[in-house]
């Protein structure tokens, strides 16, 4: 089965906990031969469901990502446009993109995934197992099993509440995949509520709640660059997924 599935790649982050200087983007650090940024977006060019990827990004970083498209044969992106203020303002703006572009010619993914620009590590192979169970399923977002106990927060501060069984928690990944026509009605609808949700499947949670969310559960590979300590964490999966075949796996 064919699958025509769109990438949305979230890259407007500041990265505050990185401590980087003023204008610096975390995306641009480079791992191992990479920034970032590429790592992430030769995953998703290397995906055979994926038919076009949609980029999202500070105004600065416009022009550099498309060198790069260029300097690395990334030939499925099909737009690289400035973000919002906020992550959820970012996907909206490229979802406005394809509704328009859907208007013009007529036809459009089946699929639209969303994916943070700082996961460097997902890997080809699991984008296609995420693209085919959307189609399955309408909604499939990875996870992984939690290493450390959660606890809630007492009503009195410093003090901890109770303590929610492990077994029943999903620490929450990118991408998050859904039929495309889903995702674009739930945009639509948390803009026109001014509603922001803390990730894209928190939007179908609310507007579409009677649409189950599969899960996908991936290795705990699939890190988000967020401080200057998981640099260091990159570089060693870096070299172990290099080191499976003695190549960067699908890079």
Not at 104 to 132: K, L, N, Q, T, Y
Not at 141 to 168: H, L, W
Not at 214 to 225: A, S, V
């Amino acid at each position: 089965m064919t699958i025509n599935a769109s990438a949305i790649i979230a890259a407007s982050g500041i990265g505050n906990r990185m401590r980087l200087g003023s204008g610096q983007s975390k995306q641009l650090l480079e791992i191992g031969e990479y920034p970032v940024i590429v790592h992430t977006l030769k995953a998703f060019q290397n995906a055979s469901s994926i038919q076009a990827i949609y980029i999202a990004t500070r105004a600065e970083n416009i022009e550099n990502l498309q060198d790069m498209a260029k300097t690395y044969g990334l030939d499925k992106i099909r737009a690289i446009i400035k973000g919002g203020k906020e992550r959820q303002d970012s996907i909206r703006n490229c979802v406005r993109l394809m509704e328009k572009e859907l208007s013009i010619c007529g036809a459009g993914p089946d699929i639209i995934m969303v994916h943070d620009g700082a996961r460097p590590f997902i890997r080809s192979s699991e984008i296609d197992d995420i693209s085919r169970l959307t189609m399955e399923f309408g909604a499939c977002v990875p996870a992984t099993k939690p290493k450390d106990t959660i606890k809630y927060i007492a009503n009195d501060p410093g003090f901890f509440g109770e303590t929610p069984d492990r077994s029943s928690l999903l620490q929450v990944q990118t991408p998050q995949s859904f039929h495309a026509g889903l995702l674009i009605q739930a945009h639509e609808q948390a803009e026109l509520e001014q509603w922001y949700g803390t990730d894209d499947a928190s939007l179908i949670e609310r507007f579409f709640p009677e649409q189950r969310i599969r899960i996908y559960e991936t290795g705990y590979h699939n890190i988000k660059i967020t401080t200057p300590e998981d640099i260091e964490i990159a570089e060693a999966i870096y070299r172990r997924l290099k080191g499976t075949d003695g190549k960067s796996d699908e890079k």
